[in-house]
């Protein structure tokens, strides 16, 4: 499948505690993008990083990009309960028309 | 960022019947649109792109006799799902977004649509 892998499927951590995602795919790849879907809603786009960059900062979120290693990671520091939801990393692959293919998703739960 | 408006969120129907879903970017025109289906608890599966002005295109097996998308405008594709069946139940969400050639930036969501078929 040349569908990406992420890394926990699910992760439950407290408030306050960094959590890290692992994402892997298969292709060369135009960029990598991080998207978060809460329960039963659209997906809203958090980051995105170029397949020539190897680090990108927003906010609480540092995304990281190794393409020698085909694999990103996304960690959000000092996490809150507003951030349980479920995460999805996507990629652009080199030479297809246009289109993002999405990872197996990680289910981030936050308690307090 | 921009906003992608989705509608209906949640419709019932009966079997056989046909369900419209309709995606419309409300502050940018976009010249492509995406359709997905996602099963409960899973990832996205890319179903079509939809190009204003021209035939979508569909993902292999995908039927395209059974989810007819139509993208007539710059700011409109809807997504019918034909002759609806339980098993087409789920949750459908499309995205609008920018396209320079072959690669796709960021693209915003819709707030999906789920479809249950009694």
């Known amino acids: 499948s040349q569908q990406g892998e992420e890394d926990p499927q699910a992760l439950s951590i407290q408030e306050g505690e960094n959590a890290t995602m692992n994402c892997s795919y298969k292709?060369?790849?135009?960029?990598l993008q991080w998207y978060r879907q809460n329960s039963g809603r659209g997906l809203v786009h958090l980051i995105l990083?170029?397949?020539?960059?190897r680090e990108k900062h927003s906010g609480r979120l540092r995304v990281t990009l190794d393409t020698s290693k085909k694999s990103s990671s996304l960690l959000i520091t000092a996490s809150r309960a507003a951030d349980t939801a479920s995460y999805f990393c996507a990629f652009g692959r080199t030479g297809t028309a246009s289109k993002l293919t999405f990872g197996t998703g990680t289910r981030l739960q936050v308690t307090l | 960022g921009a906003v992608v408006s989705q509608h209906p969120s949640r419709v019932i129907c009966k079997s056989g019947t046909s369900v419209k879903i309709e995606c419309r970017s409300l502050?940018?025109?976009?010249?492509?649109m995406f359709w997905y289906r996602q099963f409960p608890k899973q990832s996205l599966m890319l179903m079509a792109t939809s190009n204003e002005g021209s035939k979508a295109t569909y993902e292999q097996g995908v039927e395209k006799d059974k989810f007819l998308i139509n993208h007539a405008s710059l700011t409109l594709s809807t997504l019918t799902v034909t002759s609806a069946h339980p098993e087409d139940s789920s949750f459908y969400i499309c995205?609008?977004?920018?396209?320079?050639?072959?690669?796709?930036?960021?693209?915003?969501f819709g707030e999906g649509s789920r479809l249950t078929v009694l």
């Open positions: 292709t060369s790849i135009n960029n």
């Open positions: 502050d940018f025109q976009a010249t492509t």
């Open positions: 990083i170029r397949s020539n960059e």
């Open positions: 995205s609008a977004g920018f396209v320079t050639g072959t690669n796709t930036g960021e693209l915003f």
